[in-house]
């Protein structure tokens, strides 16, 4: 009882309880349009890698597009960027429909809207996923996440099953007009919602210095990193089930749609066993643990269903891979959140999805390969073994544990009054600061500096060198560059708590009374580039 009260304490949250419940009927809706779009391909097409392609082409978008949707979602409104998407996906759902129940459909065309739908997630769901840390508690984050799973995965056990009867019963173009009739509660719940405003008197980062801060975030941070290579390696490799399985549905147990969405509801159902026991095996087993299991229980199963040939013990077996699913990303997920603060959140999550869904995106294509040219029980077999590997990627380093890291900004930064009528946009700035450490502290000063390099180069400095002086070697200068004044506040706004520490000791070993010396220049150059060489008959006198 006690796990499940701490599992449903963010529906104490107005306004994350609301959306919540309008993203239940959105991801009804989709899944029903799913089931559609991949039963319609086994009708209009006898390739079985152009079926698999089809889950290809809505996870695609989302590594192509992900880290650009990163980027807006922490520079951008998030309610509007998320009612954008929605508005999106409307349109191309109900242009689907026409043209499913024009008959006008062909393979390539379908899947063409399947990717401009996963364009519209693609584009959502960094923005989303960002906003849960705004709703809701730094506390209450894993379990908000567990619940977004959730609600995903009841619909997943029962929308499908719906799907497939509807597909039966009256065609894919049904099934595609309930998913666009499905985006309107959500649109209604966006309205409603009034986000705080977030005031800010610099100008926004453009795109590219925005991806470009995004990155150095990420890969200054090995949590994240590890969170990345795991993310990739189980999308590809799960993959596989999800890909195949209405091959599986059509010849191996000889199903046909009502089949493949009863098997897709097992796999939800499983999905929601496994979100709802996540917060208790948090509680007994190490992060790495879970997802070993989870990366082990979808080899297990995925052999399961290749010798296969019965469709109950089939749907049975799809319970282990759908709780897996869920332990194993919804993990991936609160990991990422909970190894960024909140100005980078958004890009951190783009990186996550675009390496997770790359991986599903090019597994679906090579075990529909695999399935076109072996067999589908062979290229489940393979699959299998992959999902082995990706479980044994952890033992050499382990995904880390939920922890109390204090990634609040530490809003010291005074903005200094200079001599100079800067604009945001005037730069490069270059920054030196002077140290005068003892010669018995040096041991000491440079493992604090290389700890302080990366988390200047994380909050977005660049060309970062540490030096010492010749004729005074108790000095020692460290000295990096940003592009403009706007990234310099940026860049000093963006320290956290947790960087306090670093500071602090390093101002201990410093010598001076009045500590560290702050030189802010901005480069100028008095001649032109193109002229700043030395010429060969030179003599440089000094």
Not at 354 to 366: D, K, L, N, P, Y
Not at 428 to 435: A, R
Not at 498 to 506: F, G, L
């Amino acid at each position: 009882m006690p796990d499940r009260i701490a599992t449903l304490a963010p529906f104490k949250n107005q306004t994350f309880r609301t959306i919540w419940i309008a993203s239940l009927a959105s991801n009804f809706g989709g899944l029903i349009q799913a089931v559609g779009a991949a039963w319609m391909m086994t009708s209009i097409s006898n390739s079985q890698d152009m079926v698999a392609l089809v889950q290809s082409s809505t996870t695609l978008p989302i590594m192509l597009f992900s880290l650009i949707a990163g980027a807006l979602a922490d520079n951008f409104n998030r309610r509007s960027i998320m009612l954008t998407a929605q508005l999106f996906m409307l349109a191309v759902s109900i242009a689907l429909t026409i043209f499913a129940y024009l008959d006008l459909l062909t393979p390539w065309l379908l899947l063409c809207f399947t990717f401009l739908l996963g364009c519209g997630v693609a584009l959502n769901n960094p923005a989303w996923q960002a906003s849960v840390g705004d709703i809701v508690s730094r506390e209450m984050l894993p379990q908000a996440v567990t619940l977004n799973s959730v609600g995903f995965n009841i619909t997943r056990s029962v929308g499908p099953a719906i799907g497939g009867a509807v597909v039966a019963a009256a065609g894919a173009a049904a099934a595609f007009a309930l998913n666009a009739a499905s985006y309107v509660a959500l649109m209604y719940a966006l309205l409603r919602w009034k986000p705080e405003r977030r005031d800010d008197a610099l100008p926004r980062e453009t795109l590219l210095r925005a991806l470009s801060a995004g990155l150095g975030y990420v890969s200054m941070s090995p949590n994240i990193l590890n969170v990345l290579l795991r993310g990739m390696l189980f999308g590809f490799s799960a993959s596989a089930i999800l890909a195949l399985l209405p091959i599986v549905a059509r010849d191996l147990v000889s199903g046909g749609p009502l089949t493949y969405g009863i098997m897709l509801g097992c796999f939800g159902v499983g999905a929601i066993g496994g979100a709802m026991s996540n917060a208790r095996l948090r509680e007994k087993l190490t992060s790495e643990r879970i997802v070993q299991f989870a990366f082990l229980g979808f080899a297990a199963s995925s052999s399961v269903i290749a010798l296969s040939t019965n469709t109950a013990l089939t749907a049975l077996v799809l319970i282990v891979p759908g709780a897996c699913w869920v332990l194993a990303l919804s993990l991936f997920n609160t990991t990422v959140q909970l190894s960024a603060p909140r100005w980078v959140v958004g890009r951190a999550l783009s990186f996550y999805q675009t390496t997770t869904f790359g991986g599903m995106a090019v597994g679906s294509w090579v075990w529909g390969v695999g399935a076109e040219n072996l067999g589908v029980s062979i290229s489940l077999s393979l699959a299998s073994l992959a999902m082995l590997v990706g479980g044994l990627a952890g033992l050499r380093n382990p995904l880390p544990q939920f922890t109390d890291i204090d990634l609040s900004p530490l809003n010291k930064f005074n903005e200094p009054m200079l001599r100079l009528d800067l604009q945001p946009r005037s730069g490069p700035i270059v920054l030196q600061i002077d140290y005068e450490i003892a010669e018995h502290d040096i041991s000491e000063f440079l493992t604090l500096m290389a700890r302080r390099r990366r988390v200047r180069i994380r909050d977005g400095a660049r060309q970062w060198a540490l030096m010492r002086d010749l004729e005074h070697p108790e000095i020692w200068t460290e000295t990096y560059h940003t592009a403009t004044w706007a990234d310099y506040v940026r860049h000093n706004r963006r320290r956290l708590q947790i960087d306090e520490e670093i500071w602090d000791a390093i101002r201990k070993l410093h010598k001076g009374v009045d500590g560290p010396r702050v030189h802010r220049m901005i480069e100028r150059q008095t001649i032109p580039p193109k002229d700043d060489i030395f010429h060969k008959h030179h003599v440089d006198l000094h």
